[in-house]
T-cell receptor, first 109, second 116 residues
Framework: GIQVEQSPPDLILQEGANSTLRCNFS?????LQWFHQNPWGQLINLFY???GTKQNGRLSATTVATERYSLLYISSSQTTDSGVYFC???????????FGKGTLLTVNP | DGGITQSPKYLFRKEGQNVTLSCEQN?????MYWYRQDPGQGLRLIYY???????QKGDIAEGYSVSREKKESFPLTVTSAQKNPTAFYLC???????????????FGPGTRLTVT
């Protein structure tokens, strides 16, 4: 099945800084999602982005399917951005999302 | 207010007891999923269902059982055969299930199960 690797595993920022999170996947995909897991464990959908670029406020994401990677950009980070960011992908006729191990982001005031 | 609800939020059980986790959705989605998350890890698929009265095992189905009698509901039973049941359990749904087309999955708030 598809392998998903995220980097970096941990990231510490000062409020206001920008950051880039990376997701590499091992095969072609027809689904690529980015999630933010809040302190209560809820997975918040950030982007559904099997290819191309999308933006939502301070967040944007780009997936280059031919090169098998996706990037999540966070600009002007805030303390509320803290948490774990997961990338998950699905390929072929598979039914499940395969998750990476996540990036733990800490934004300090 | 459409969404996925899971209950209870926290659940404590003694070893050897079966326990059932609830998952309900009012999004009119055909497909539903159960994932398990262990500390510091991503999610792993336990079971999924593409349609009522049908479900398939995921990667870690041993010690779990499910039913799908209604479109809105997909309860998960953690049986005494599950060797390490303490975990965070998340339910998800999507408009459709597998196939070459792909559909965004949405997640419920999760249930934290502790077995002692």
């Amino acid at each position: 099945g598809i392998q998903v690797e995220q980097s970096p595993p941990d990231l510490i920022l000062q409020e206001g800084a920008n950051s880039t999170l990376r997701c590499n996947f091992s095969d072609s995909v027809n689904n690529l999602q980015w999630f933010h897991q809040n302190p209560w464990g809820q997975l918040i959908n950030l982007f559904y982005i099997p290819s191309g670029t999308k933006q939502n406020g301070r967040l944007s994401a780009t997936t280059v399917a031919t090169e098998r990677y996706s990037l999540l950009y966070i600009s002007s980070s805030q303390t509320t951005d803290s948490g774990v960011y997961f990338c998950a992908s699905r390929g072929g006729s598979n039914y499940k999302l395969t998750f990476g191990k996540g990036t733990l982001l800490t934004v300090n005031p | 207010d459409g969404g996925i609800t899971q209950s209870p939020k926290y659940l404590f059980r003694k070893e050897g007891q079966n326990v059932t986790l609830s998952c309900e959705q009012n999004l009119n989605h055909d497909a539903m999923y159960w994932y398990r998350q262990d500390p510091g890890q991503g999610l792993r698929l336990i079971y999924y269902s593409q349609i009522v009265n049908d479900f398939q095992k995921g990667d870690i189905a041993e010690g779990y059982s499910v039913s799908r009698e209604k479109k809105e509901s997909f309860p998960l039973t953690v049986t005494s055969a599950q060797k390490n049941p303490t975990a965070f359990y998340l339910c998800a749904s999507s408009i459709r299930g597998g196939g070459q087309s792909s559909y965004e999955q949405y997640f419920g708030p999760g249930t934290r199960l502790t077995v002692t």
